[in-house]
């Protein structure tokens, strides 16, 4: 019994250890190559992960397609409807003749043959003053009023004249009817006709005499009494650019009391060079600038070309007009003018002035290809001349830029810009 129990004890032990063998055998091989395969796909998993993270930030830096209305750095977009509404006008680069030009410096002086100093006719105490430094004022406006004894004078006059008149032709009247009675002889309806006449040209020359002196005719027809005050009007429309009247003070006719101004048209004296004068000729067309609008360019004529040349400076005064209805132009201003002379050289690529705008101190122009995306092209400009300038380098004959609305299109990228950077 003990031997049989001893060799069932045996095979189970046997038994045991093998499985035992087995499933260590089993569990190592099989670990090693779960653990393995966990390796590699936590590799590829890291590898994958690597690149799905590199494609996501490919993403981000390229954006959606279309996300950026404004293009690049330098660029901006605008739709052809939209150009059209904002005044954006596109054209193609040309090769044109540039007629030259002679600059001069001069100085704005105020329009000589339309400048009024004004003073009363006859002489008499201010007593009052209607006008002041600056204001505008219509032709026959009244400026000041004056008491003058002169005035008075010549009412007393007018009046005596008047009532001289009003006799003679009541004479005239009764002596007719009597001659008609046979009452009284011809011979004194001759003398009453005579008297009458001559009253009649005694009140016509004082009435004269008063019109002169600024009375019109509608007051003296009145029924009321006219008083001695004179009043002072201004020959022409225009500014006040001078005012000596000041009540109380005594006037006459070698003292002015304002002097007005129509400053709708300036006069600019400008030195031509000697060597320039055979280019220069009355009419001939001209660009005036000032410095206090940079922008604005006026355009005149010459109206004047004096006859002696200055030996000292070896220059001639030209004089040229130009109209300043929006009275930017002042008196004692210095000014720029170009004198445009015919185009007699060669074709060149020529752009007008309007269309560069500047960035970062360099002239450029907004060039497109497809008519809707602009780009910022750096150029290079030449002589100018007649409101167009040259472009020596950074454009080719041909190529399309924005030759109107160029300053928007800044406006437009620079707001683009500012945005991406708040962004």
Do not use: C
């Amino acid at each position: 019994m003990n031997r049989k129990g001893i060799i069932i004890g045996l095979i189970l032990a046997v038994a045991l250890g093998g499985g035992f063998i087995y499933r260590f055998t089993h569990l190592k091989s099989g670990g090693g190559e779960h653990a393995e395969r966990a390796g590699e796909a936590g590799h590829q998993e890291e590898k994958g992960g690597g690149h799905d993270e590199g494609k996501e930030h490919k993403e981000e830096k390229e954006g959606p397609e279309g996300h950026d209305e404004h293009g690049e750095a330098g660029s901006v977009k605008m739709a052809a409807e939209a150009q059209r509404q904002n005044g954006v006008v596109v054209v193609a680069a040309k090769m044109q003749r540039l007629g030259g030009v002679i600059r001069a410096t001069g100085k704005v002086e105020a329009n000589a043959d339309r400048i009024a100093h004004v003073s009363p006719r006859i002489s008499g105490k201010v007593v009052a003053v209607r006008a002041s430094l600056g204001d505008s004022v219509s032709a026959g406006q009244p400026l000041a009023t004056l008491d003058s004894v002169e005035l008075g004078e010549a009412l007393g006059r007018y009046r005596q004249s008047k009532t001289r008149l009003a006799l003679a032709q009541s004479n005239m009247e009764r002596v007719k009817a009597l001659v008609e009675k046979k009452i009284a002889a011809r011979k004194e309806i001759l003398q009453a006709e005579t008297d009458f006449k001559t009253a009649q040209s005694e009140l016509s020359t004082d009435e004269e005499r008063l019109s002169l002196y600024g009375v019109p005719a509608s007051e003296l027809k009145g029924e009321g009494r006219i008083k001695p005050l004179l009043p002072v009007r201004s020959p022409i429309a225009g500014i006040i650019t001078e005012k000596h009247a000041i009540v109380g003070e005594l006037s006459d006719p070698s003292k002015s009391l304002y002097t007005v101004a129509d400053l709708s048209s300036v006069w600019v004296l400008v030195d031509v060079n000697e060597a320039d004068l055979a280019k220069v000729h009355k009419g001939q067309a001209a660009i005036v600038s000032v410095g206090a609008f940079p922008e604005m360019r006026l355009k005149g004529r010459i109206t004047y070309i004096a006859d002696l040349v200055d030996e000292a400076t070896r220059t001639v005064k030209a004089r040229v007009e130009v109209a300043n209805s929006g009275r930017k132009l002042k008196p004692e201003m210095f000014a720029t003018v170009e004198l445009a002379l015919p185009a007699d050289s060669a074709a060149v690529l020529a752009v007008p002035e309007d269309a560069f705008q500047e960035l970062e101190g360099k002239k450029v122009l907004f060039v497109t290809e497809d008519g809707t995306e602009f780009e910022t092209r750096r150029v290079e400009t030449g002589r100018a001349s007649g409101g167009m300038a040259e472009v020596v380098a950074g454009l080719k004959e041909g190529e399309r830029y924005a030759v109107k609305g160029s300053f928007l299109l800044k406006s437009e990228m620079q707001k683009g810009e500012l945005g991406e950077h708040g962004h």
